[in-house]
């Protein structure tokens, strides 16, 4: 698969999330042009071409990141400011991804530029609906802007 | 002829005398006795007696009861004697004004040498008294003053010292008057004296003006100062009139109240900060809590429906229920997280104060709570339900609780019976909620409002116990009272009353 065609960026450092959001994507069919990274760090490589993603185009995608709050490393709301505060990533679609339903992250999402927030629900039938239907909606709907 | 002549011309001269003297003097004879033989008009103007009610008096008849006995006594023996008398006399006249006389008395003596009448010469002097006792009291008013009255001349040398001042400076008026106000300025207050003399000379006054003064001693003192012009007849300026009080009293309380007061707002600051400290952490733990102990949740939950989902058919029905049970406490625990954060928010949310129709707001949370209760043989009855001052989000969550738990408990009964109303119970609106469910053991009740406390088996009712220790704290935090009455098996009554509840 090659790191250019990448549509979904799912970035979350839980491994049981990362499972529970790969088989949701999966039951969905949106599970081809996935790219995991552990930590903000990782994402930040990744969509801007650099360290072990060096040389990538950043022009070339991802199409939607799925991005968790908590994060080892750079935390998801540096991410999130990074990708919002750059004119080549900030229409780059993000949906903050989080378990916090306390009212600053919400408030400093919206504020950074978010485009959708949801708070992953404990049960798993919402969980796989919402992560499904948000990627589609991104994916599918809400075609960004050409170059 | 001649001789005529040579009488004429004394007498006339006596006449003349005696008519110059009547215009400036009161004029009495008496015999020997003291009785009136005599008055001129001035004398009868100023007792406003006429002469008829004068002659053959004597002179208690204008007596003003001012004099001793001693006095009076004295002049008679002093005149009866042949000598002179002069002295001041207060009399009364017929209106019952009184008058001061400076009196001359001339005794004229017979052959024997005895008084054979007396003639007294008098000077109304009443006005002269009159200013000289309102001067008499008024440097009483100076000298009994506890403030010091200072008099000093436009050079700043002092001309008058009150006992007032001795006591705040501790000169005395003998060793001051005559020196120099300066040393009685601190040294870098020197320019004040200065200043004070300058507005003096243009005819302006400094007051209440809290400075420091030096006492004899060298101690400092705190001073209320105001120095006036002191103007003479013509107006003129020719000194000036200083009035200290201390004020060190003043000054000690004063500080006193700042020290206090700097004291009370470092508290309230360091408290404030201590608030601000505690409540940061208690929202870090609530985000760790809603974080934190989500994830797993999410873990144990997930895998379990996916282990049900994926591979629920190679199961037996055994291992799926217990799967099952694995997911509801796992839903459960997420109902427990929620319901705890929500109490937690509940103290650290502002409380808004608006006016809440609550004869609107119950049915309205009445016609959502039993929109899912369909089937059910629900009776609710609504009494009285007047306006009341409370946060409306907090004071519906409470409405939802309390209406909820009616609901809920009533749910063998038929019919199920609520009744909502308000009564008045010594001046205070109470709310009440009243079923006739399972009720409770009124032994348990102080535990009712506790967090996570239940009366009731899950398996027969189900919930988390937050949702009262919710109606207590919003209730609380509104400065009202909650309780509940209750048998069991016989129904429950919930009480509430809310700060300004309009009857």
Redesign the interface.
């Known amino acids: 698969m090659s790191e250019d065609n990448i549509e979904i960026l799912l970035v979350e450092d839980s491994p049981d999330d990362l499972e529970m959001a790969l088989r949701a994507l999966r039951k969905a069919h949106l599970a081809n042009r996935i790219q995991v990274a552990r930590d903000g760090a990782e994402a930040l490589d990744f969509i801007f071409g650099q360290g072990a993603h060096n040389g990538r185009k950043i022009e070339n995608g991802p199409k939607v990141i799925l991005l968790d709050l908590k994060l080892p490393k750079v935390d998801g709301l540096e991410v999130l400011r990074r990708v919002k505060t750059d004119e080549r990533t900030k229409v780059i679609p993000v949906v903050v991804l989080t378990s916090s339903k306390e009212q600053p992250d919400v408030q400093q999402c919206y504020s950074l530029g978010v485009n959708s927030y949801i708070v992953k629900p404990v049960n798993f039938e919402s969980f796989a609906a919402a992560v499904a239907e948000l990627g589609m909606y991104w994916l599918l709907l809400n075609q960004p802007p050409k170059g | 002829m001649a001789a005529d002549e040579q009488i004429k011309e004394p007498l006339k001269e006596l006449q003349e005398l005696k008519a110059a003297l009547d215009r400036h003097a009161i004029v009495a004879i008496t015999d020997p006795q003291g009785k009136i033989t005599y008055v001129n008009d001035k004398f009868c103007c100023i007792s406003k007696y006429s002469r008829a009610e004068l002659i053959g008096q004597d002179h208690r008849l204008v007596n003003s009861g001012y004099h001793s006995k001693e006095f009076i006594r004295d002049l008679w023996v002093t005149i009866a004697r042949g000598r002179i008398w002069q002295g001041q006399i207060k009399n009364r006249a017929k209106d019952g004004s009184y008058y001061w006389v400076d009196t001359t008395i001339v005794p004229f003596l017979d052959e024997h040498q005895k008084p054979r009448q007396y003639i007294a010469i008098r000077t109304d002097i009443t006005e002269r008294k009159r200013a000289q006792e309102a001067q008499e009291r008024l440097a009483a008013l100076v000298s009994s003053s506890e403030d010091a009255i200072i008099g000093k001349t436009l050079e700043g040398i002092i001309t008058d010292w009150n006992p007032g001042a001795e006591a705040l400076f501790g000169h005395k008026a003998a060793e001051i008057i005559g020196q120099s106000m300066r040393s009685f300025f601190p040294k870098e207050r020197q320019q004040e004296e200065d200043d004070i003399l300058a507005r003096i000379g243009r005819g302006q006054s400094v007051k209440h003006y809290d400075t420091i003064r030096l006492r004899k001693d060298g101690r400092p003192v705190d001073v209320s100062v105001t120095v006036s012009p002191i103007l003479d007849q013509a107006g003129k300026i020719v000194g000036a009139s200083t009035v200290a009080r201390d004020i060190s009293e003043r000054k000690r309380a004063e500080e006193e109240i700042l020290r206090l007061n700097t004291e009370l707002e470092e508290r309230v600051v360091r408290r404030t900060a201590e608030l601000e400290a505690a409540n940061k952490e208690l ?1 870090a733990f ?2 760790s809590v ?2 934190d102990l ?6 144990i ?6 282990v049900l989902e994926d591979y629920g058919s190679q199961l037996p029905e055994e291992g799926r229920g217990y799967l099952e049970r694995v ?1 509801n406490g ?2 459960r625990m ?1 109902e427990l997280i ?1 319901d705890l ?1 929500a109490f937690a928010r509940l103290s650290r949310q502002p409380l808004g104060r608006h006016p809440v129709d609550t004869a609107q707001m119950v049915p309205a949370v009445l016609a959502e709570l039993t929109s899912g209760a369909n089937g059910r043989s629900l009776e609710i009855k609504t009494g009285p339900l007047p306006v009341c001052e409370a946060d409306p989000v907090l004071l519906r969550q409470v409405w939802v609780n309390l209406l909820s738990n009616a609901i809920k408990y009533t749910r063998k009964r038929a019919p199920a019976l609520i009744e909502v109303g308000s009564e008045e119970k010594e001046g205070e609106c109470v709310f009440f909620v009243r079923d006739n469910g399972v009720g409770f053991d009124m032994r348990y009740a102080n535990k009712l409002f506790g967090v996570f406390q239940r009366l009731h088996r899950a398996e027969d009712f189900e919930g988390t116990g937050v949702g009262l220790a919710i109606v207590q704290r919003v209730i609380h935090r509104h400065g009202g009272r909650v309780w509940a009455e209750a048998e069991p098996d016989r129904g429950a009554t919930f009480y509430f009353t809310l700060k300004g509840t309009n009857k």
């Open positions: 929202e609530s985000y809603s974080h989500r994830a797993p949740l999410r873990a939950n997930g895998f379990a429906g996916i997911r796992g839903r997420g929620d954060l």
